[in-house]
């Protein structure tokens, strides 16, 4: 008689967990599930460092005092969250350096401008500086970002400018492997990769002056192209 209760009962709980079997859960194999992420080794690139000794270090602090209230030329990993895109608006390599390494005054100010990261042309990845430096590339967000320079000569129009990069492949992809890189290794959000147009709307944005960028590189709609293509490299 005993036998006869639970015999039905038993055969109800196999065919339950044969179901379950056969249909895992949504939340590992059905469409809310991630794609997984490759760690990203650290891109090919050379050192080719602009001068950027005692002097110019005091300048970056006393910089960092008026514009962001404290006195400071090393970037701190810890406090990195963004990386900005920019052109160079010239056609070479060497004349970026140049720039960069002139230390000619900006708005008035030193240090002048530079950028931890050129891209150019034939896809050659040149780091300028330390990584704890600060570079003057984007006002408001210094201390908070890398800066990636590619070179491209202005083409009359900021959206036409930055597709001529996108569409060069050897370029593209080494600045692309860069900024998945520099994404995983700093923890930067999606949202933060940003072109050099984008800062002052940035949520990172922070200026003690009234200074504002004027740039037109990197906007949104071309910017959002090259996110797309980390977000790919990402997964690969």
């Given amino acids: 008689m005993t036998a006869r209760v ?22 590992v194999h059905g469409s809310s599930a991630r794609p997984a992420v ?19 270090k005091h ?17 701190n990993r810890r406090q990195v969250r963004a990386v900005v895109l920019h052109y160079t608006a010239g ?18 100010e030193r240090p002048g401008v530079c950028a931890q990261f050129i891209v150019d042309k034939d896809g050659t990845v040149y ?8 570079c003057r590339h984007a006002i408001g967000i210094n201390h908070r970002s890398i800066g990636i320079e590619m070179v491209q000569q202005d083409l009359g129009d900021p959206v036409k400018t930055a ?23 700093y923890h930067v959000k999606r949202r933060d990769i940003i072109g050099h147009a984008m800062v002052n709307d940035s949520h990172l944005f922070q200026e003690r002056t009234s200074w504002r ?6 906007l949104p709609k071309p910017t959002h192209r090259f996110r797309k293509r980390v977000s790919r490299q990402l997964r690969r």
Avoid: C
């Fill in 59 to 75: 300048q970056m602090a006393n910089y960092s005092k008026r514009h962001y209230g404290e006195r400071a030329w090393r970037l």
């Fill in 6 to 27: 639970r015999l039905p009962a038993l055969v109800a709980l196999t065919a339950a967990v044969a179901v379950a079997v056969a249909q895992p859960s949504d939340a």
């Fill in 38 to 56: 490759q760690r990203q080794k650290r891109p090919a690139m050379k050192y080719d460092p602009i001068p950027f000794g005692h002097d110019r």
């Fill in 213 to 218: 960028n004027d740039h037109s590189d990197w």
């Fill in 163 to 185: 597709e001529a990069i996108l569409d060069r492949h050897r370029q593209v992809r080494p600045a692309v492997r860069l900024v998945a890189w520099l994404k995983q290794r």
């Fill in 91 to 108: 056609s070479s390599y060497s004349s970026a350096w140049n720039t960069f390494a002139s230390n000619a005054p900006a708005l008035g």
């Fill in 127 to 134: 780091r300028l500086t330390s990584l704890k430096i600060r």
